[in-house]
């Protein structure tokens, strides 16, 4: 089993906060990532069970009697009239605790929650666990999860560049392997189960399974024949009306099922940057199937070699890259709020923007062995707005890290994130 970059996040919020919920796609890891932190003492049950479920729906405080914290509660979804019942358990103790000092047990680290519907969990964390509850996001495995070097994974800015790192050689083919096998830890830790067979697999779990417990009943080929739409489309503005045309639905029908699929964290929406907070809200997103094989599949694309001769591949290699910087974030804990592209009235566009303390960091994924000048010229747009620029990084495909003529810029190959 692989090590987690997220491990050391659960261990340092868990010491701290009465009650942690990781949230992520299905089969992301999020129960083994726990299950191996899991000191002894602590009960494990899963909502998965149908027994289990009923007990926890249908007298909730029975079942906190049974499995008293500490706790880990996987598939918290499925029970989220539990809620006020671990805010009831917090507050008495963490009450005790303070009146009674050593003598009561700390709350810290009672309740560890996975959920794999993170918005339709936020109405019942917000309304009975505000104030007692830190959210953390898991996607499938970073490359350099997969290579061994969880520690190695940071939060991705470019000022933190290490010009004198020692960069592992690959192809380019070897990118487009990782692109196309995708980031799921189950296939990617026994690859003999066969791809082909793995996603069919994911995919009518999914539709059987999260698509119904989210909207309730819908026509399940439609819904399959748009996220296929969807997949096709990854790194591009959504385009609702075509959407809607290619999978013959209304645009209302669009919109709620993208809303499904962000909800169950197969797609991410990036927002576009202006200076301008509304505007910001009221334009047009991009958006990133949050794994690339996943996305090969839907695309019928059958080999790395197929996707990297593809009109898909610069798409692919640029919500790759999204996810690593993604990963970078929320594997240490931190949120991705100030996460943007640019585009222009031109079609003038910078891929990523991140923000810093008024301070704007421009990145360009270009698929490319040999960078130049021309593919970050864009950088020079954010001039125009009163922040500060700060330094930028081109991800490609080099094999090296290199400096570039603009000192701000540093070019890097895309597996070094």
């Known amino acids: 089993m692989l090590k987690r970059t997220i491990s050391d996040t659960i261990l340092k919020i868990s010491s701290a906060w009465p009650v942690l919920l990781l949230t992520g796609p299905r089969q992301v890891g999020k129960s083994s990532a726990l299950k191996m932190l899991k000191e002894k003492g602590r009960k494990l049950v899963s909502l998965d069970d149908i027994p289990t479920r009923t007990l926890a729906l249908n007298d909730p405080q029975a079942f906190l009697q049974k499995y008293s914290p500490p706790v880990l509660i996987d598939e918290i979804q499925y029970a989220p009239s539990l809620f006020s019942y671990i805010k009831i358990w917090v507050d008495e103790h963490r009450y005790e605790h303070k009146t009674k000092g050593s ?4 709350p810290a680290g009672a ?9 339709s969990l936020m109405k019942g964390v917000q309304e009975s666990l ?3 509850i830190a959210i953390v996001d898991l996607l499938g495995l970073s ?3 997969t290579i061994g070097k969880p520690k190695k994974s940071k939060p991705f800015w470019p000022y933190e560049i290490d010009m004198n790192e020692k960069v592992t050689k690959r192809t380019v083919l070897d990118v487009y392997k990782d692109i196309w096998n995708g980031s799921f830890p189950e296939f990617i830790t026994n690859p003999a189960m066969g791809r082909d067979k793995f996603f069919s697999s994911y995919m009518q779990t999914y539709l059987e399974r999260d698509v119904r417990d989210y909207q309730g009943t819908t026509d399940e080929l439609k819904f399959y024949k748009f996220v296929r739409a969807v997949a096709v489309r990854t790194g591009n503005l959504i385009n609702y009306e075509d959407l809607a045309r290619d999978c013959d639905i209304d645009r209302r029908t669009v919109q709620k099922w993208l809303d499904t699929l962000q909800a169950s964290g197969l797609v991410y929406l990036l927002a576009p940057y202006s200076s301008n907070l509304t505007s910001r809200i009221t334009k047009t997103p991009k958006l990133y199937f949050l794994d690339t094989g996943l996305a090969c599949f839907l695309a019928n694309i059958d080999s790395p070699e197929v996707l990297e001769a593809s009109y898909l591949n610069g798409a692919m290699l640029e919500t790759y890259a999204i996810c690593e910087i993604l990963k970078s974030f ?8 100030n ?29 490319t062995t040999s960078p130049d000048s021309n593919d970050y010229a864009n950088f020079r747009i954010l001039d125009h707005f009163k922040k500060t620029v700060g330094k930028g990084a081109l991800l490609c495909l080099s094999p090296e890290i290199m400096p570039t003529p603009k000192k701000n810029v540093t070019i890097l190959p895309v597996w070094q994130i």
Do not use: C, V
């Open 143 to 145: 490359y350099q999860e």
């Open 130 to 132: 505000a104030g007692r």
């Open 111 to 119: 309740f560890w929650l996975t959920g794999s519907q993170k918005f």
């Open 339 to 367: 996460m943007y592209f640019y585009r222009d009235s031109n079609k003038k566009e910078i891929d990523l923007i991140l923000e810093k303390n008024m301070t704007l960091y421009p990145i360009e994924i270009k698929k």
């Open 103 to 106: 003598k009561a047990a700390n």
């Open 330 to 337: 929320w594997h240490n804990g931190e949120d991705a709020r």
